[in-house]
């Protein structure tokens, strides 16, 4: 889905203008406080009012969001091994 706001990885710069819900939710904007990756160079992030911050995988309370996050960052990084050019 589209982003509403533009927003840029705070890890790498990269403009990150669309998401894709990756746990079992019916909400499908995300709000301040909820979590992704950046497709640029896998950094996890946070979703803010404006924009992103950095975020710290340590500090997930949530066990089950913090595994998924990992998981889904070394699905992503495999992916980009294969083709490499994709971004
Ligand atoms: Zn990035």
Not at 14 to 37: I, M
Not at 50 to 63: D, M
Request: charge should be positive; hydrophobic fraction near 30%.
């Amino acid at each position: 889905m589209r982003l509403p706001i533009k927003r840029f990885c705070p890890h790498c710069g990269k403009k990150l203008d669309a998401a894709l819900p990756v746990s079992d939710t019916t909400e499908l904007q995300p709000k301040p406080g909820d979590y992704t990756l950046c497709f640029g160079c896998c950094g996890y992030l946070e979703f803010t009012e404006a924009g992103f911050k950095k975020l710290n995988i340590n500090k997930v309370k949530n066990v089950q969001n913090r595994i998924e996050l990992k998981q889904l960052r070394q699905y992503i990084k495999r992916l980009y091994t294969k083709i490499p050019n994709i971004h």
